[in-house]
């Protein structure tokens, strides 16, 4: 695994696909990145183990 992945996901506030740069470094991640579609907050996590997991939620649940 690379130090950095792109990761592919929909937004969940307007379902656009969107991607977003990733540092494997850490096995367990959560941030918050402004969709580029939209601008809306969305939260990330990203677990890293035998593979890398992730999931996008609005930030406020």
Known sequence: MNPL????????YCSESI????????NEQ???EDCPV????????VSIGNNLTF???RENG
């Open 5 to 12: 992945e792109t990761i592919d996901l929909l937004c969940p």
């Open 38 to 45: 939209c601008c809306s907050p969305v939260l990330i996590n």
């Open 55 to 57: 999931r996008a939620e």
């Open 19 to 26: 991607s977003f740069t990733v540092d494997c470094s850490e």
């Open 30 to 32: 959560e941030y918050t």
